[in-house]
Nanobody, 129 residues
Framework: QVQLVESGGGVVEVGGSLRLSCTASGYISGGYPMAWLRQAPGREREFVAGISWSGRNTDYADSVKGRFTISRDNAKNTLMSYLQMNSLEREDTGVYYC????????????????????WGQGTQVTVSS
């Protein structure tokens, strides 16, 4: 069982920055791709950014490319993932989730929301003008 806990959400003005953190603990072995996804009110959950186990492969939704940066830290028993969000826009408002895929290849970063089988509880990001 893997537990994921996000932190770092909050209210920020348009153009501002936030850094989200995700701590993954529990039974962890092998290489797990990690991702950040978000859900805005009235909209479906969508992929934001993903990173392979090694960190060499990353992928971003077109809407955040150039503004968001995903990274990770693979310690012995705890995984950390970070999402640095700059130049925030009102459209970035939503609940942000950290997720892990514990099967498949460690280098394959998937945009498929349903491919991630462990999720955190989410952290709210509100961008105000």
């Amino acid at each position: 069982q893997v537990q994921l806990v996000e932190s770092g959400g909050g209210v920020v003005e348009v153009g501002g920055s936030l850094r989200l953190s995700c701590t993954a603990s529990g039974y962890i072995s092998g290489g797990y791709p990690m991702a950040w996804l978000r859900q805005a009110p009235g909209r479906e959950r969508e992929f934001v950014a993903g990173i392979s186990w090694s960190g060499r492969n990353t992928d971003y939704a077109d809407s955040v490319k150039g503004r968001f940066t995903i990274s990770r830290d693979n310690a012995k028993n705890t995984l950390m993932s970070y999402l640095q969000m700059n130049s925030l826009e009102r459209e970035d408002t939503g609940v942000y989730y950290c997720a892990v895929r514990t099967y498949g290849s460690s280098w394959d970063v998937s945009r498929g929301v349903h491919e991630y089988n462990y999720w955190g509880q989410g952290t709210q990001v509100t961008v105000s003008s």
